[in-house]
T-cell receptor, first 112, second 115 residues
Framework: DQQVKQNSPSLSVQEGRISILNCDYTNSMFDYFLWYKKYPAEGPTFLISISSIKDKNEDGRFTVFLNKSAKHLSLHIVPSQPGDSAVYFCAASKDSGYALNFGKGTSLLVTP | EAGVAQSPRYKIIEKRQSVAFWCNPISGHATLYWYQQILGQGPKLLIQFQNNGVVDDSQLPKDRFSAERLKGVDSTLKIQPAKLEDSAVYLC?????????????FGDGTRLSIL
């Protein structure tokens, strides 16, 4: 069963605007959440994470928001750049020492 | 620092043949993971090692897949015999020691095609 869901397979955004990628999860035991970025023919690259004790974490242009009651998290990229075009995977685990459960990914295209 | 190294990058074999993949984690990382990523899906864990001990292999098809991590550093994943549904990218990841909020770092994977 898919415990982490990314319901939008693709997203297109203009350069300079905000990109919002969404993720839902079903397992209430998850307390560590991450976003990975993946370019073709490369492995996933860690982008940003958040633990369940927080509701927001920022790193430069990237911010992750966590709504535990809704079992929902989102990744905001502001401003979006063409180099951000990639597949973004949401992942979750019970603890950072456990294996990650991944969503199916959202393909982001940032157009000039 | 050097990242997670995997080889080969690509492998094509016929069904019922055997194949092996190799992974060298980031230096000092105690925890090593093998994931399988089928086209259009997110990576799925096959096995997790802590040093040279297995932590989780509940999703490893043990009738055909095996993995080892001798001396707690490099790891190999083997498939014997391969089936058509094993066509996927096999990703290796490592993390420092599995404690605290530490992300997993991934290699570029081995793309396996079964004919």
């Amino acid at each position: 069963d898919q415990q982490v869901k990314q319901n939008s397979p693709s997203l297109s955004v203009q350069e300079g605007r905000i990109s919002i990628l969404n993720c839902d999860y079903t397992n209430s035991m998850f307390d560590y959440f991450l976003w990975y970025k993946k370019y073709p023919a490369e492995g996933p690259t860690f982008l940003i994470s958040i633990s369940s004790i927080k509701d927001k974490n920022e790193d430069g242009r990237f911010t992750v928001f966590l709504n535990k009651s809704a079992k929902h998290l989102s990744l905001h990229i502001v401003p979006s750049q063409p180099g951000d075009s990639a597949v973004y995977f949401c992942a979750a685990s019970k603890d950072s020492g456990y294996a990650l459960n991944f969503g199916k990914g959202t393909s982001l295209l940032v157009t000039p | 620092e050097a990242g997670v190294a995997q080889s080969p990058r690509y492998k094509i074999i016929e069904k019922r043949q055997s194949v092996a993949f190799w992974c060298n984690p980031i230096s000092g990382h105690a925890t090593l993971y093998w994931y399988q990523q089928i086209l259009g899906q997110g990576p799925k864990l096959l096995i997790q090692f802590q040093n040279n001990g297995v932590v989780d292999d509940s999703q490893l098809p043990k009738d055909r897949f095996s993995a080892e991590r001798l001396k707690g550093v490099d790891s190999t994943l083997k498939i014997q015999p391969a089936k058509l549904e094993d066509s996927a990218v096999y990703l290796c990841a490592s993390s420092l020691d599995g404690a605290g909020n530490q992300p997993q770092h991934f290699g570029d994977g081995t793309r396996l095609s079964i004919l």
